[in-house]
């Protein structure tokens, strides 16, 4: 494609590629067991912590506007190696926090590093094709779910051995792997396709077309569903349920067993199923975790009744996001970076907006959440069959 290598040894793109995605859980997930003891190191509550995780999405999502547009005309490699310094610089600012507003100040600088993230996707454009590229990204999504079921595990690790500082401690050992791996790897080729270096007409270009902001929807609105739960997880399981964070940890375990049942699922659906069937698929069983989630409410509040619906939620989570994204990074091919940034940003707004609302709903968190997978679901669905015939009317 011309905008990162072209390099013949697509192992070790892989492995940076799932290096990243590692990375990417700390700043989220592998924290959450540390939710009591940030809140007693900052004087404030774990619902105050919780709203951190939605302001680092949010910061997130705006560093995505420059990462991905920029990334087409500069190069990859830059953007990735600048914003992993960036991410580190934030985390290491982190530790030496002494009050909970500093601790925000440098969350935020870590979320602004942490937009190079939205290069793996640019990435897998640049170095596969076809299916290549949907059955890598059903990898990545998979290994991701995987990564996040087991982060509270090692958090509760990090934490017991290191403190809550553990998590960032152990963020800037990796961001600095990831550096290592992008410079020996990477070549810093700009793209050729398109010098495009004004980030307004960039967005401008992809936001016209609707199938494009239609697809990248999905896939957010998919994406809020499973970043709500994982927000407010530590005050459902520790807080109302009363778990110590290695129980809790063991409880999301289970959570991560659907990641794999559904990468297995999308799989299979993506060798013989239509990318519009795969994504109905995904979002009916959305909408039925959400109605699973409401019936349950019934019964006295329970790490099954909890866990249950959300396993099938993250199941077509699982299967809608890849082909979502597939579809619409397709759109724009030699424009990746920004096609990425646009559609991350959409991602991580709607995650860090939707949980923020959910975590104000503090007198039932179990039934916002329902309430908010039948809705987002539908809207999904909607979305999908608008821009379903528009893209199939694009191919022909």
């Avoid at 942490?114 to 170095?127: E, H, K, P, T």
């Avoid at 087991?150 to 963020?171: D, E």
């Avoid at 495009?196 to 990248?216: E, H």
């Avoid at 994204?325 to 091919?333: D, E, K």
């Amino acid at each position: 494609m011309g905008h990162s290598p072209a390099t013949p040894n697509k192992t070790s793109a892989v492995i940076l590629l799932l290096t990243m995605t590692l990375l990417g859980v700390f700043p989220l997930d592998v924290i959450l067991p540390s939710f009591p003891a940030l809140a007693e190191r900052f004087n404030t509550s774990s619902a105050d912590i919780a709203l951190s995780v939605s302001l680092f999405a949010i910061g997130l999502s705006f560093s995505l506007m420059v990462v991905g547009p920029l990334s087409d005309s500069l190069g990859r490699k830059k953007l990735l190696l600048a914003g992993m310094a960036v991410a580190i610089a934030g985390a290491l600012g982190c530790m030496a926090a002494t009050d909970y507003g500093w601790f925000l100040l440098f969350r935020v600088v870590q979320a602004v590093g942490c937009g190079c993230f939205v290069l793996s996707q640019a990435l897998v454009q640049d170095l596969f094709v076809g299916r290549q590229q949907e059955r890598l990204r059903i990898a990545l999504v998979t290994a991701s779910g995987i990564f996040i079921s087991l982060s509270p595990l090692l958090g509760t690790w990090l934490q017991s051995l290191l403190g809550w500082q553990g998590s960032f401690g152990v963020f800037v050992g990796l961001g600095l792997l990831v550096i290592l791996k992008a410079w020996v790897l990477l070549e810093n080729t700009p793209g050729t396709a398109t010098r495009q270096r004004n980030i307004l007409a960039a967005y401008r270009l992809v936001f016209a077309d609707l199938s494009f902001v239609g697809y990248w929807l999905i896939s957010a609105l998919a994406f809020a569903c499973h970043f709500s739960f994982i927000v407010i997880s530590p005050l459902i399981f520790m807080e109302q349920l009363q778990l110590t964070p290695y129980q809790y940890a063991l409880a999301l375990l289970l959570y991560g067993a659907a990641y794999v049942v559904g990468g297995a699922g999308a799989g299979v659906m993506n060798r013989y199923l239509q990318a519009s069937t795969q994504i109905v698929t995904g979002l009916g069983l959305i909408a039925l975790s959400g109605l699973l989630m409401l019936l349950l409410q019934r019964f006295e509040l329970s790490v099954a009744t909890v866990l249950v619906p959300m396993i099938v939620c993250t199941a077509g989570t699982t299967i809608t996001r890849p082909v979502a994204t597939s579809r619409a990074m397709g759109i724009f091919p030699h424009n990746a970076g920004t096609s990425a940034s646009a559609g991350n940003m959409l991602i991580f707004v709607s995650g860090g907006l939707i949980s923020a609302f959910i975590n104000l709903s503090a007198s039932n968190l179990v039934m916002a959440l329902g309430l908010c997978f039948l809705g987002l679901s539908a809207i999904a669905l909607g979305l999908n069959s608008l821009v379903n015939r528009r893209y199939q009317d694009a191919c022909v």
